[in-house]
């Protein structure tokens, strides 16, 4: 039987979900098909009692409602209902269940660049935004050495601490903080919109003191080397861009739908080949 996913959005045209959707799909003999829908605020609820009535299976949410979705749900599971936001949502026997899988993918990602155990790592998250939220909450929940936030406005910083630290104990820093702190790190994690395309040549912070040994993450795909990554790399620092995190959150998504796990080296690639990239750099 043929099943419909999809994506609501705004804007959602050059999403690359149903891409990779769509060829995974296909790799595992599934008659299903996964389509992007425009969806105005306005909208949404409309949206929603379309999706119930013509049967979608189930669906991604992206920016301006990953947080609104949320009154339409008929349950939310807890993680997504503690981040307040919600990406994937499973339509089952009537019912509407959101999931976020934004920090499990980011996790899922940065595994294989870690040198040591996540719990053994001091990491700083900068940026305090929605993706932020989701992966401090996550990473969070190890107990690593050290996670601190540093972020343009200071109290959106010291507000995930304070509600999404699990315990954790971490401190709020300015940019400029950081950056002279970020010896301290082994594990430096960049969220915030800077650097992205169209403005390449912005960095959201200076590595100059960044050590040796680190790891500098970027969750920005386009570009697939952002500034900061450039600087990086010449620094020969170790690297991970944000196409692992789009991977891997995807895959959780497909995961929740099907059950199944999709080939993330292939969606990998899809998102890569469209950005004008050459090899997977992961
Ligand atoms: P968001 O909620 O709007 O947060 C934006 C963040 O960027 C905030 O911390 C904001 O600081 C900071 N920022 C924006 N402009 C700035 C500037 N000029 N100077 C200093 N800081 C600035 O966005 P989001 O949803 O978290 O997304 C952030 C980025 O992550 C985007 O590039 C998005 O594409 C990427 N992302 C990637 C994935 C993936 O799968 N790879 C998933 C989700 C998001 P203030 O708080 O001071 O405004």
């Known amino acids: 039987m043929k099943h419909l996913y999809g994506l609501i ?17 296909q790799d595992l003999n599934l008659n299903y098909y996964y389509q992007a829908f425009h969806v105005e605020n306005s909208d949404l609820a409309d949206a929603i009692k379309g999706i119930k009535s013509l ?24 993680s997504a209902k503690q981040l307040g936001a919600v990406n994937t949502v499973l339509h089952e026997n009537g019912k509407l269940i959101g999931y976020n899988t934004d920090g499990n993918g980011f996790l899922q990602s940065i595994k294989p660049s870690l040198s040591k155990p996540l719990e053994k790592n001091s990491i700083l998250v900068i940026g305090a935004g929605g993706a932020a939220r989701a992966i401090y909450y996550t990473l969070s929940k190890f107990a690593p050495e050290k996670i601190d936030i540093c972020n343009r406005t200071l109290e959106k910083a010291v507000y995930l601490i304070e509600h999404f630290g699990a315990g954790q104990r971490g401190e709020a820093l300015t940019i400029q903080e950081a ?14 919109t800077i650097g992205m395309h169209p403005d390449t040549a912005e960095k959201p912070i200076s590595l100059k003191m960044a050590k040796d040994n680190s790891l500098v993450c970027d969750i920005i795909y386009n570009p697939l080397k952002t500034a900061l990554l450039k600087e990086a790399e010449a620094k020969g620092l170790q690297t991970l861009n944000g196409v692992g995190m789009l991977v891997e959150q995807a895959a959780l998504s497909f995961h929740i739908w099907t059950g199944m796990k999709p080939n993330t080296e292939k969606m990998a690639e899809i998102i890569v080949g469209k950005l004008g990239g050459e090899h997977v750099n992961r």
């Not at 959005?9 to 799909?25: K, L, T, Y």
């Not at 049967?55 to 939310?76: A, C, Q, R, W």
């Not at 950056?179 to 082994?186: F, G, H, I, R």
Request: zero cysteines.
């Open 55 to 78: 049967g979608i299976k189930g669906f991604n949410v992206t920016v301006p409602h990953k947080v609104s979705i949320m009154e339409y749900l008929d349950d939310v599971d807890e």
């Open 179 to 192: 950056e002279s702190n970020l010896s301290e790190y082994d594990v430096i994690i960049q969220t915030t």
């Open 9 to 25: 959005g705004n804007p959602v045209s050059h999403s690359m979900s149903p891409d990779i959707h769509n060829s995974a799909f």
